[in-house]
């Protein structure tokens, strides 16, 4: 799927577990609970979409402008965001235990509620 466009294309509820989505665009697509568990989002130019109740478990979203994202209630845990711009996020609620966040510009993210503790076990039930 890489290198594609699918710009307001529905992800409502899909499984792209383990999905190369790197120089793709998703412009107003919704992957409301979506599972994109270790799904490869580098080299995005935008991931402004809906993520909501999203798993993104171990995904790599390293340097990606993510800048008003709306992910509330999803499952971050693992995720690589270094060097992401996550300004203005909704993390509301979001399990992001054990993930990544070197260098990530957060300025005005909503993490209410979040998790972000040092994970004790990240076992999928």
Known sequence: MGSSNFTGCSFL???????D?????FVGADFRSAALVEADFTKLSS??????KADLTGANIQTVDGAMVRCSGAIMAKVH???ASLIGAVLSGCDLRG???HGTDMSNADLSSADLRKPT???RP
Do not use: F, Q, V
């Open 121 to 123: 076990s990240l076992m």
């Open 47 to 52: 991931l402004r979409r809906c993520l909501e």
């Open 13 to 19: 509820k899909a499984h792209l577990d383990k999905a």
């Open 21 to 25: 989505l790197t120089y793709s665009s």
């Open 81 to 83: 965001a270094r060097g």
């Open 99 to 101: 993930s990544i966040l």
